[in-house]
């Protein structure tokens, strides 16, 4: 393979502290060198007003196979993560069979190598066919190459499985993702409790039933030492516990989603079931709350939380739809145009929590931009303008809560392994 | 003498709406537009006239994914004295046992050729899905906790003509709040026309968040009593609660029932209202139900009338284009 010459880009790796406008030498797939000069031997790829970041990672998405292929395949939504900037994605193992035996993250791990579009980590489940009764056989899933154990979807609602959990996963080194839901609270929910689903008439989700399982999965961390990943925090006061955790050195980390730093609410008041997800969209009071956080570290990651169902799912009375919103081909174009243009974040925090943040979480090789790592590179365009179209989406669903909105900035070249897997 | 036909004209520029969703969406202007309205109706079924053929040739749809038999009733009454066609769809009888979608059920029946569907469903929004999906007019007749705007409109209407106006009274909407669409309509209707409204009911069904909206709150209705003009009692709704807010009956009784002792400590006109079915013994006891101060009969004459106007705005002939 020719080696690639990625010339006058504004190169920003977090992971070393770079940004700077360098040529990035690529050769037998990894990073080769900085401030190299053209030879004329190598494919120039011309960055010029563009930024270069290692391939950017979502560690929460949903690919929907086995079991649910009429929303996503393995193949599409990888697809769809290459066209949003994504060279690595941690999938979720909320399936049909769910991902709890050997055979099933090999099963991934083939359709994933097959589809051939970008790096693929499983996350397995915490309980056997995600019950919330008993362990998965979490030592043989990571001999499989689970690189993480959630039964996302449904929290771990047992105390004693999930202090079992972060005590078991202690000896291989993991985290435990936790979806943080006190179900009792949210029975028929569909959407936050707030003063629009006072007016509404629809049954509350309220941010309590998030605040008190987040500080559960806390206090059963620092009680064993285990390492905890909330996913998609939404509320203020799961941010605040988040903050004081952090302060006292608890092991725990956590993601938060475009929509839920993006979106409130109010968006219901169309009845339209793309901006129903769980945890659901939240007062401005806690969407400014998500945006401190991340803004001071408190929050570690931006996932997508990319959540595909098909149309005639979604297209349902508001009580039926399911939950979930697609994100993989929208999240980097919301995070460009509501964090860093209104000024919330700068570039290298934002691709910290889309690179070298994640990667560290799953204890994965990724997301740097070191010499001899794994050439995984996006070039993404700061200035792109365009408007969300879900009819054009690689992803089979297309139920995104930004449709039609005009957006800033997108992946314009993807990098695996030193072989480009999307150029637009 | 005048026909009701020829009093009601062609249907005013002022409404343009080809659906009915909610009270929320409608200004003083098109509340005040359907009372005006509803009353010419009212008085021609007073004087006797059964017919009143204003929009015949049209086929309304009753599709009721839920029980009802006043609300379905008088929509179909409604729609026959105008001389419109009506045809009856329940949920039970229907392909939706056999996993049909909403939208989809209500597509074929659009197809048959059907100018209106009036919808009634547990979930808030289903009538706005049926009205971005489907070509014919739609009016909401209850969609779960959300709204049933005829309701608060004959409510209202009940309140204006028996009080003279709406704007500048005290009217508390007691009981169930939290599950209540009617609460709802009442509280958007009766706030467009001017009137202060109090919502009055256990604090487990009573949000405090209502007072952002300007509605005042309260949890005893032996404190709200004295200034009140007007009392609306809305029924428990059992079928909607997923946990039981307060403790029994009994004691719901005990702190709301409206009865001889509280009526004593009303104002001496007190108007009082219930959207039925009423639950006698629990939000109203039957000496209060049926007595002098009680509107429950009127407010069903009411309803039927508010239906024709309202199906009579939607469907009926516009003034020609100048």
Redesign the interface.
């Known amino acids: 393979m020719p080696a690639t010459l990625i010339t006058n880009g504004r190169v920003i790796d977090p992971s070393q502290g770079i940004d700077r406008v360098t040529n990035l030498l690529v050769s037998d797939g990894r990073i080769a060198a900085y401030d190299a000069t053209p030879t004329g031997q190598e494919t120039v790829i011309d960055a010029a007003g563009k930024i270069v970041v290692p391939g950017l990672i979502d560690m929460h998405v949903h690919l929907r196979e086995p079991g649910f292929e009429e929303d996503e395949t393995i193949a599409s939504g990888t697809a769809a993560a290459l066209a949003g900037g994504f060279a690595s994605i941690a999938c979720i193992p909320n399936t049909d069979p769910p991902i709890d035996t050997q055979g099933a993250v090999e099963f991934i791990r083939d359709r994933a190598a097959r589809a051939d579009h970008c790096n693929v980590f499983v996350i397995a489940c915490v309980s056997k066919n995600r019950e919330g009764k008993e362990l998965a056989e979490i030592g043989q899933l990571v001999e499989a190459g689970a690189v993480a154990f959630s039964d996302d979807g449904a929290p771990v609602s047992d105390s004693e499985l999930m202090r079992r959990a972060f005590e078991y996963c202690l000896m291989f080194d993991k985290p435990v993702l936790n979806h943080a839901e006190i179900r009792e609270l949210t029975?028929?929910g569909v959407m936050h409790e707030?003063?629009t689903s006072?007016?509404?008439?629809?049954?509350g989700i309220p941010a309590a039933a998030e605040d008190v399982m987040t500080s559960r999965d806390i206090a059963l961390a620092e009680a064993t030492g285990g390492k905890l990943h909330i996913m998609h925090v939404s509320t203020a006061n799961s941010v605040d516990a988040l903050r004081r955790a952090k302060s006292r050195g608890v092991r725990v980390t956590a993601e938060a989603t475009p929509h839920h730093f993006t979106l409130t609410d109010e968006c219901l008041r169309?009845?339209d079931s793309n901006f129903k997800m769980n945890p659901p969209l939240r007062g401005r009071e806690h969407v400014q709350a998500v945006i401190a956080g991340l803004a001071d570290g408190t929050i570690d990651v931006i996932a997508s939380d990319h959540a595909p169902h098909a149309k005639?799912k979604k297209?349902?009375?508001?009580?039926?739809a399911p939950f979930g919103v697609i994100g993989l081909e929208t999240s980097l174009a919301v995070v460009i145009t509501e964090l860093i243009e209104p000024g919330h974040l700068d570039w290298p925090t934002v691709l910290r929590k889309m690179t070298v943040n994640p990667a560290r979480i799953l204890g994965i090789p990724k997301g740097t931009l070191q010499l001899g790592a794994d050439a995984d590179i996006t070039i993404i365009d700061p200035k792109a303008r365009w408007t969300v179209d879900p009819s054009k989406f690689l992803s089979k669903s297309s139920n995104t809560p930004f449709a039609g909105r005009e957006l800033t900035g997108r992946a314009d070249l993807v990098m695996v392994g030193g072989r480009v897997k999307f150029q637009r | 003498m005048v026909t009701a036909a020829e009093e009601l004209g062609p249907v005013p520029d002022l409404w343009k709406r080809r659906h009915l969703l909610a009270l929320e969406d409608l200004s003083a202007e098109e509340i005040s537009l359907i009372f005006d309205k509803a009353e010419v109706f009212k008085r021609a079924m007073a004087a006797g006239q059964r017919k009143i053929p204003v929009v015949t040739g049209k086929t309304c749809v009753n599709l009721f994914f839920e029980n009802s038999t006043r609300t379905r009733n008088s929509f179909s009454l409604a729609a026959r004295r105008l001389g419109a066609d009506t045809v009856d769809f329940s949920a039970s009888t229907s392909s939706l046992s056999k996993g049909e979608t909403f939208i989809d059920t209500a597509k074929n029946i659009e197809a048959m050729g059907i100018d209106l569907v009036v919808v009634r469903h547990h979930t808030p929004g289903a009538p706005q899905l049926l009205a971005q999906n489907l070509n014919c007019g739609v009016i909401n007749a209850g969609d779960g906790p959300h709204e049933h705007p005829t309701q608060g409109l004959l409510d209202i209407l009940t309140i204006r003509q028996r009080c003279g106006r709406v704007a500048g009274l005290t009217v508390a909407l007691v009981g169930d709040i939290a599950h209540s669409r009617t609460a709802r309509s009442n509280i958007w209707g009766l706030k467009k026309l001017g009137a202060h409204v109090i919502v009055c009911g256990p604090s487990t069904l009573v949000s405090p968040r209502w007072a952002e909206l300007g509605v005042e709150y309260s949890y005893s209705l032996d404190d709200i009593l004295p200034r009140v003009d007007v009392l609306n009692l809305l029924r428990i709704q059992f079928e909607r609660q997923t946990t039981r807010p307060f403790p029994s009956v009994r004691e719901y009784a005990h702190l709301y029932a409206m009865d001889r002792q509280r009526l004593a400590k009303t104002k001496p006109d007190i108007l009082i209202l219930a959207p039925g079915p009423i639950n006698r013994g629990v939000e109203v006891t039957p000496d209060v139900a049926d007595g002098p101060h009680s509107a429950i009969l009127e407010q069903v004459t009411n309803g039927v009338a508010v239906r024709m106007a309202v199906l009579w705005l939607i469907l009926g002939e516009r003034a020609p284009v100048k």
């Open positions: 029975s028929r707030g003063l006072l007016i509404l008439g629809l049954s169309s009845f005639e297209m349902q009375e508001l009580d039926q």
